[in-house]
């Protein structure tokens, strides 16, 4: 009988046997409840079909199912993605939004903008917690080209949401960044080469202009603020530098960075996608990089993303992102408000017109929406129902991500994201760490300080 019948042999928990790569130890999932263990290679038979492992996990067996149905099925939105104009001064090759929008679209007029913040202000008190604030992240195309009617409402709902702004960095000089330091309000960056040329290749103006530079003095400016961070998206042009990019940050003692996978939704974003393999090989060096300079001076540069998968095996319920769990938190955790005032599950969905739930200030708003059609393709996307996802033992470390990319570049909803490969390969990467006692290396100080150890199995 293989290892693999065995697994699956008689009552109780279906127990797969992962090989992660790692010298000593393999991997046992159930992946019905995102159960996992690591175990001997040469006892894998052992533990699969009996002794301890297995009967102390069926005694939690159920109460770990409910936990990760309520992760997935029970959430209700606790934060929102601000689309405050259509328009960017940037024409970036993989953009998620149509060119036509980004080149020529509108802006929301700051009354617009106030009174959508109002009623989203509204509804989410009547969602969360009162001693909790929402989330609002002023979001792509580029928010300081309206920058009035952003910094209006941030003062305007200072009390009401904790703030943050994604920008290419371009337009923020000096009073944008006394006006959002000031505030405490989260900047994201975005850049994608350790030098010019690199950046370029996939980052620059409709002019044909580099924004490089601009970066660069925006990161020095940002220096020693408390939250920020800056996102690289990983393509065929800058996947031999993502090392390099990596030592760029840490040098500029950024906080925490983004090595994020290209998001195929649109055409352009497809003509530079990595190969998963070669994804691979260099998203590893990179964090292995991150690694050493760590020991080396003793402060760590988090990759959110990675960090991410790393506590959404340690700690599922404790994870910060929301993209690698099915379904994913759009319209879930989140969802995003276009300029035109259009509610979609997530702004990856904004240039997908089918995916409009509805206008937040018409009637039913931010409800309807949930309720809509277009929200509901999303939410109800479940690996578990369909193939490889279904057979997947680490489906739910992945979650198959993005039912935007899914949808448009591989034919539907119930097809696999643009890296399962990859993503396969992370969360073997991230067990072998655990494995060798490292994982901590590469998440936030602290990050288990609300966190509770419901199973424990030691390795021997």
Same mark, same amino acid.
């Given at each position: 009988?293989? +290892?693999?019948? #065995?697994?699956?042999? =008689? ?9 992660? =790569?790692? !010298?000593?130890?393999?991997? +046992? ?48 939105? %606790?934060? +929102?993605? #601000? ?6 001064? *940037? ?16 802006? &929301? ?5 106030? @009174? %959508? ?9 009547? +969602? ?27 003062? @305007?709902?200072?009390? !009401? ?9 371009? #337009? ?37 202009? /580099? ?6 003095? @925006? ?22 530098? *993502? ?32 190969? !998963?393999?070669? &994804?691979?090989?260099?998203?590893? @060096? ?11 001076? $003793? ?52 240039? *997908? ?11 039913? $708003? ?20 369909? /193939? ?10 992945? =979650? %198959? ?43 936030? !100080?602290?990050?288990? =300080? ?8 030691? *390795?021997?």
């Amino acid at each position: 009988m293989t +290892v693999e019948a #065995l697994s699956r042999a =008689g009552n109780g928990p279906a127990f797969i046997p992962v090989d992660i =790569g790692h !010298d000593v130890y393999a991997a +046992v999932t159930d992946p019905n409840t995102a159960f996992w263990a690591l175990v001997d290679k040469t006892r894998i038979h052992e533990e699969i079909t009996g002794g301890p492992l297995l009967d102390s996990y069926r005694a939690k067996a159920d109460s770990f199912a409910r936990e990760l149905h309520a992760l997935r099925f029970e959430l209700k939105p %606790s934060g +929102v993605y #601000l689309n405050p104009t259509e328009r960017c001064n *940037l024409n970036c090759t993989y953009c998620y939004l149509p060119g036509e929008q980004r080149s020529n679209g509108s802006h &929301m007029p700051p009354e617009t903008l106030n @009174a %959508s913040l109002g009623k989203l202000r509204d509804y989410f008190r009547s +969602v969360m917690p009162e001693e909790r604030k929402p989330r609002a992240i002023f979001h792509g195309a580029e928010p300081l080209m309206n920058k009035e009617a952003v910094f209006s409402a941030i003062d @305007a709902f200072s009390e !009401d949401f904790v703030f943050g702004l994604q920008t290419n960095g371009t #337009l923020l000089d000096d009073a944008a960044l006394e006006f959002l330091t000031s505030r405490n309000v989260s900047i994201g960056l975005s850049l994608d080469g350790p030098f010019a040329g690199i950046t370029d290749a996939t980052r620059k103006t409709w002019g044909g202009k /580099s924004v490089h530079d601009k970066v660069l003095a @925006a990161m020095k400016k940002l220096k020693g603020y408390g939250s920020w961070s800056v996102i690289t998206t990983c393509t065929t042009e800058n996947l031999p530098y *993502l090392t390099q990019m990596v030592e760029l940050f840490h040098a500029s003692e950024v906080p925490t960075c983004m090595l994020n996978t290209v998001r195929c939704t649109l055409p352009g974003a497809r003509g530079v996608k990595p190969a !998963d393999g070669d &994804m691979a090989k260099s998203f590893f @060096a990179a964090m292995d990089r991150t690694h050493e300079l760590y020991r080396e001076t $003793g402060r760590k540069l988090i990759v959110a993303n990675f960090a991410n998968i790393l506590i959404g095996i340690l700690a599922p319920t404790a994870r910060r992102l929301m993209c690698d769990i099915s379904p994913c938190g759009g319209g879930r955790a989140f969802f995003a408000l276009a300029a035109d005032g259009g509610l979609y599950p997530c702004s990856e969905f904004i240039g *997908l017109p089918r995916f409009n739930g509805g206008n937040l200030l018409a009637e039913g $708003g931010v409800e309807a929406a949930l309720a809509s059609a277009a929200f509901q393709t999303v939410t109800t996307r479940d690996v578990d129902t369909f /193939s490889p996802c279904g057979d997947c033992a680490i489906r739910h470390f992945c =979650g %198959s991500p993005c039912p935007a990319e899914a949808y448009e570049m591989n034919g539907g909803m119930e097809k696999t994201g643009a890296f399962c490969e990859f993503y396969k390969e992370q969360v073997n990467y991230a067990l072998r760490l655990i494995a060798d006692g490292k994982a901590n290396d590469y998440l936030w !100080d602290g990050w288990d =300080g609300d966190t509770e150890t419901v199973f424990n199995h030691a *390795l021997n």
